[in-house]
């Protein structure tokens, strides 16, 4: 899949993310509507996830995983320095919305 990801975008969604205490990333939701999961590494990080009107807050702690299904919208903030391991993929769950995205 991530050969055909790059025939068609600039990247194939695998990502190491560095970051010291404060930094973030503001609400949003995964590229392509692609399912994740996160790897912390060192440090940890607060999950805000925005679930129909709710806000549902997680702390993610080194050496734990999060997964976060397709579109569904979140921001992060490293609460320490932080090093983490993600990564983005579809599957035939998501496949529909992602296609909806390539063709935009």
Not at 19 to 48: I, Q, Y
Not at 67 to 95: G, Y
Request: contains cysteine.
């Amino acid at each position: 899949l991530n050969s055909l990801l790059l025939h068609f975008t600039e990247g194939d969604y695998r990502f190491v993310y560095w970051g010291p205490a404060g930094s973030e990333t503001r609400r949003h939701s995964d590229v392509l509507h692609s399912f994740s999961w996160s790897f912390n590494v060192v440090g940890e990080k607060k999950w805000t996830f925005y679930i129909e009107k709710k806000e549902i807050c997680l702390v993610q702690r080194a050496g734990e995983m999060m997964f976060i299904p397709s579109t569904w919208q979140h921001k992060v903030e490293n609460l320490c320095e932080t090093l983490s391991i993600n990564h983005n993929w579809i599957t035939t769950a998501n496949i529909d919305l992602t296609w909806e995205c390539l063709e935009m």
